[in-house]
């Protein structure tokens, strides 16, 4: 599943980010992606419950979307699809190393069967349509 940044389809401008963002988040796909092929899942999972939040330089609330565009742009210029894990992996990193407490959220419906990988942060979907946390039934937060 493909999902936009919700506040960048909230009828506001949408942020656009730097080639350095973009770059970043790019270099960070190719790394969850190696971190899956070594460890899989459990490699993937440790990694991201070990990125704590950064005190150092806290990030302004709209960095969120800064970095939400970011991962999004980089996405398409993957030599691959991303698939929501490895975007929601990457932008929960993201926004824990800018001082922002973002939670990876796993979730899975029954109807039709379906997992799905989610950014929230203080609660608020950040790197999905806010009405997913309607359709899918949390399994974790990381």
């Known amino acids: 599943m493909d999902h936009d ?5 909230a009828g506001r401008k949408a942020i656009r980010p730097t080639v350095f963002d973009t770059l970043k988040a790019y270099i960070g796909l190719i790394t969850i992606d190696l971190l899956i092929k070594l460890g899989g899942f459990p490699l993937l999972y440790r990694t991201i419950k070990r990125r704590t939040v950064s005190e150092i330089n ?7 979307e800064r970095i939400c565009a970011a991962a999004d742009k980089a996405g ?19 926004l824990r190393r800018r ?10 419906r029954i109807m039709p ?3 799905h990988a989610w950014v929230e942060v203080e609660g608020r ?4 349509k806010p009405e ?3 359709f899918y039934q949390v399994l974790e937060r990381v």
């Open 5 to 9: 940044c919700p506040s960048c389809t």
């Open 58 to 64: 806290p990030a302004a609330p709209w960095e969120i």
């Open 76 to 94: 398409r210029y993957y030599f691959k699809h991303a698939l929501c894990l490895q975007r929601s992996a990457l932008i929960a990193f993201l």
């Open 99 to 108: 001082g922002i407490p973002a939670t990876m959220v796993i979730g899975c």
């Open 113 to 115: 069967y379906q997992g």
């Open 125 to 128: 979907v950040v790197s999905d």
């Open 132 to 134: 997913v946390q309607q």
